[in-house]
């Protein structure tokens, strides 16, 4: 299965990524060049909605970590909106979610980050 891509960046501190169909070992790379041209030393914010994606293997865990380490270093926060069950479960079973915020859709996603945008703005 293939995998979509749409990223939209709000302003040089704040990424959003929407991903569609299947993030695997085929797939994962294509995720992780859009991402290393988009997420920069001045982003604070990577919010990440899976509301699309219908599988994750370890190759897109990866590449999640890979940004979570990268955004950590950097003062900033990954986040993830819209998983389903299944894939709430594969990162359960990582116990990687203390490290990552979760909302249950796009709206409570987007409205956390316009708040964090707002403190940067003030800052």
Do not use: C, W
């Amino acid at each position: 299965m293939a995998l979509e891509i749409e990223v939209t960046i709000a302003d040089k501190q704040a990424v959003k990524v929407l991903l569609a169909g299947s993030l695997d070992s085929q797939t994962s790379p294509d995720l992780e060049r859009e991402l290393a041209h988009r997420v920069s030393e001045d982003t604070r914010t990577l919010a990440i909605d899976m509301s699309n994606l219908a599988f994750i293997s370890s190759a897109g865990l990866r590449i999640i970590f890979k940004n979570l380490k990268t955004l950590k270093r950097q003062g900033g926060k990954l986040s993830v909106s819209g998983m389903s069950p299944s894939i709430r479960k594969v990162f359960e079973i990582v116990k990687v979610m203390p490290d990552l915020t979760v909302f249950a859709d796009e709206a409570e996603m987007d409205e956390y980050l316009s708040a964090i945008q707002e403190r940067y703005r003030e800052a």
